[in-house]
């Protein structure tokens, strides 16, 4: 039998020693959702839901006590105290990967904003390994030569190699 962590994560797995001034990190979300424009430039409020996880760089680090002082990057910018299992290493990748088995930390935070990048970008389709995941964009997709991505040739395409986009 394997022994599964419980929560969201082996929170042992990650300590305070791992995190340093500069680090970026993914916080949970610590926005007052009504009384706050802080996500205006990433999506309007009307077109998704509140953002589980949020972008965070590491001020300060105390590790007699566990924690670390982290200020969120989003505007108004937010300084607030985490302890390691409340924080997740973000990803140092420019852009969006169309294979997340390529990320370095992988975990909820990460897979979630890279799925949500993609989606934006109307890239529909990404994996994780051999896992295939599909965001429904709810509306025709064509690509640059106007042929749909529901197209059976996507579909094989997909099934056999890495996802287009």
């Not at 424009?37 to 998704?48: A, D």
């Not at 990460?110 to 949500?116: E, L, S, T, W």
Request: with cysteine; aromatic share 8%.
């Amino acid at each position: 039998p394997v022994n599964v962590p419980r929560g969201r994560r082996d929170s042992a797995s990650v300590g305070i020693s791992h995190f340093h001034k500069g680090i970026p990190v993914w916080i949970e979300n610590c926005y007052e959702e009504q009384s706050s424009h802080y996500r205006s430039e990433l999506l309007p409020v009307n077109h998704s839901t509140r953002p589980t996880w949020i972008p965070a760089i590491v001020q300060s680090v105390d590790t007699e006590k566990g924690e670390a002082r982290v200020r969120t990057m989003y505007t108004p910018s937010m300084v607030v105290t985490r302890v390691a299992s409340e924080m997740w290493p973000r990803n140092r990748t420019k852009s969006t990967l169309d294979d997340m088995v390529y990320f370095h930390h992988l975990h909820e935070p990460a897979i979630v904003n890279n799925i949500m990048l993609r989606y934006l970008k109307q890239h529909i389709y990404t994996r994780a390994g051999e896992l295939l995941i599909i965001m429904n964009p709810y509306k025709l997709i064509q690509d640059k030569d106007g042929i749909s991505i529901y197209d059976e040739l996507y579909m094989r395409k997909c099934l056999c190699h890495p996802c287009p986009g």
